[in-house]
C-alpha cells in the first residue's frame, strides 16, 4: 500500500532512529492495510485526549470546536512517525495547538471579510450548546470570565497566554508553533497578561453579567414569566426585526418593555444565549439549523433594545457551532 505523505509542519524523523519494520492491520471495513510501527496508535492517543481537549478549549472557548480540534490533531499525528518523540504529550500539544492557531485565525479573517457592500455582522460562536452539562464543567473548571475576556486577544497572544499561564509549557517551546523567537513569544504572553487582567477587571464582568442577564431573559421567555421579564426590560425597551425576521414570524417592531415582554412570554423555544463578538445576544436554531440572530443592547443592568434579522446573507456571515 502507498505510504502517506507526512503532513507539513510535523516533526521529521531523527536521523538515526533503527529502521522501521511494517505491521499488518485489518481496518473496520475488514481490509488489510499497512502501518509502520512507529505510527501513534489509537491507544497512546487516547491517554493524552482528555489533556489535548482541556487545552483546545481554553484556546477556542468552545466545546465542540475543541473537540474538533483534538480530532484533526488525532489525524495528523495518525499519519506522522513518532517513533523518535521522546514526549509524547508534549509534541501532541504542539499539534493541536498549531491546529487551534489555524482555527483562530480563520476566525478572525470571517469576522474581517466584508461581505460586497454590507457591514458583517458579528461572529457568533456559542459558549452553551445541546450539551450544557459537559460544557458547563469545562467553563467552570477555566471560568467563564476568562473565556469572555480572551475574546480581545489576537490568535498569537491567546496560544501563548493559555499554554504559558495555563499549560506551563515553555516559551521555547511555543516559539516554533507562532513562528517568534522565544524571547518575542514572551513579550507576547506579557501583553496577554495584562490585558487578560485589565479587561478582566473592568470589562469581562460587564460582559459576563450581560450574558447572564441574557440567558436569563430567554429562560423566563421560555416559562412565560412576565412580570421576571417586564422588571429586566428598561421602561423604553425597543424591538426591531428585519423583513426576513418579521416573515419568520419574528413579530413586528415594538415599543416599551410591556409590549415586548408581552410578546417574548412563553416563546422563545430552540433559542441560546451566546456570545457575539465579545459581547452577548441570542440565538434561534431549531435542530442545529441557524435561523434567527437576536442582538442586545442593555441601559444600566437593562435590556434597552433587541434587533433581530434573519436576511441568509446576514446569517451567512454569522460564524456559529452546533453540534
Same mark, same amino acid.
Do not use: H, Y
Given at each position: 500500500m502507498e505510504r502517506v505523505r507526512r503532513p507539513t509542519g510535523l516533526p521529521l524523523r531523527p536521523?538515526?532512529?533503527?529502521?522501521?519494520?511494517?505491521?499488518?492491520?485489518?481496518? /473496520?471495513?475488514?481490509? $488489510?492495510?499497512?502501518?509502520?510501527? /512507529?505510527?501513534l496508535s489509537a491507544e497512546r492517543f487516547e491517554e493524552h485526549r482528555a489533556h489535548l481537549r482541556a487545552v483546545a478549549y481554553r484556546m477556542l472557548g468552545s466545546l465542540s470546536e475543541a473537540e474538533d480540534a483534538v480530532?484533526?490533531?488525532?489525524? %495528523? !499525528?495518525?499519519? !506522522?512517525?513518532?517513533?523518535?518523540?521522546?514526549?509524547?504529550?508534549?509534541?501532541? $500539544?504542539?499539534?493541536? =495547538?498549531?491546529?487551534?492557531?489555524?482555527?483562530? +485565525? =480563520?476566525?478572525?479573517?470571517?469576522? *474581517?471579510? @466584508?461581505?460586497?457592500?454590507? @457591514?458583517? *455582522? @458579528?461572529?457568533?460562536?456559542?459558549?452553551?450548546?445541546?450539551? &450544557?452539562? !459537559? *460544557?458547563?464543567?469545562?467553563?467552570?473548571?477555566?471560568?467563564?470570565?476568562?473565556?469572555?475576556?480572551?475574546?480581545?486577544?489576537? &490568535?498569537?497572544? +491567546?496560544?501563548a497566554f493559555v499554554l504559558h499561564d495555563l499549560f506551563a509549557v515553555p516559551f521555547a517551546d511555543i516559539a516554533p508553533i507562532v513562528d517568534r523567537s522565544p524571547e518575542t513569544t514572551q513579550r507576547i504572553a506579557s501583553r496577554a497578561r495584562r490585558r487578560v487582567r485589565d479587561q478582566g477587571e473592568a470589562d469581562a464582568g460587564d460582559r459576563l453579567r450581560r450574558f447572564r442577564a441574557v440567558d436569563a431573559f430567554m429562560q423566563a421567555a421560555r416559562d412565560g414569566e412576565f412580570a421576571t421579564l417586564l422588571s429586566m426590560l428598561d421602561p423604553e425597551a425597543t424591538y426591531r426585526p428585519d423583513e426576513a425576521a418579521r416573515l419568520l414570524g419574528a413579530g413586528t417592531e415594538m415599543f416599551g418593555a410591556r409590549a415586548i415582554a408581552e410578546a417574548f412570554s412563553g416563546a422563545g423555544q430552540? $433559542?441560546?444565549?451566546?456570545?457575539?463578538?465579545?459581547?452577548?445576544?441570542?440565538?434561534?436554531? &431549531?435542530? /442545529? %439549523?441557524?435561523?434567527?440572530?437576536? $442582538?442586545?443592547?442593555?441601559?444600566?443592568?437593562?435590556?434597552a433594545a433587541i434587533e433581530a434579522f434573519a436576511e441568509p446573507e446576514r446569517l451567512a456571515a454569522v460564524e456559529l457551532r452546533l453540534p
Open positions: 536521523v538515526g532512529v533503527r529502521s522501521r519494520s511494517l505491521l499488518l492491520l485489518t481496518d /473496520g471495513d475488514g481490509e $488489510t492495510r499497512q502501518m509502520d510501527e /512507529g505510527t480530532q484533526e490533531a488525532w489525524i %495528523k !499525528a495518525a499519519r !506522522a512517525d513518532v517513533s523518535g518523540v521522546e514526549n509524547l504529550r508534549g509534541w501532541l $500539544t504542539t499539534v493541536v =495547538s498549531r491546529v487551534c492557531l489555524d482555527l483562530l +485565525r =480563520s476566525r478572525k479573517s470571517r469576522r *474581517e471579510d @466584508p461581505l460586497d457592500e454590507r @457591514p458583517v *455582522e @458579528p461572529a457568533v460562536r456559542l459558549l452553551r450548546r445541546s450539551d &450544557p452539562e !459537559a *460544557e458547563l464543567v469545562m467553563a467552570d473548571s477555566v471560568g467563564l470570565a476568562l473565556l469572555v475576556v480572551m475574546e480581545a486577544l489576537s &490568535p498569537v497572544e +491567546r496560544l430552540w $433559542t441560546q444565549a451566546v456570545l457575539l463578538n465579545g459581547d452577548v445576544g441570542v440565538v434561534l436554531a &431549531p435542530r /442545529g %439549523k441557524l435561523r434567527l440572530v437576536l $442582538t442586545v443592547s442593555f441601559k444600566g443592568d437593562r435590556i
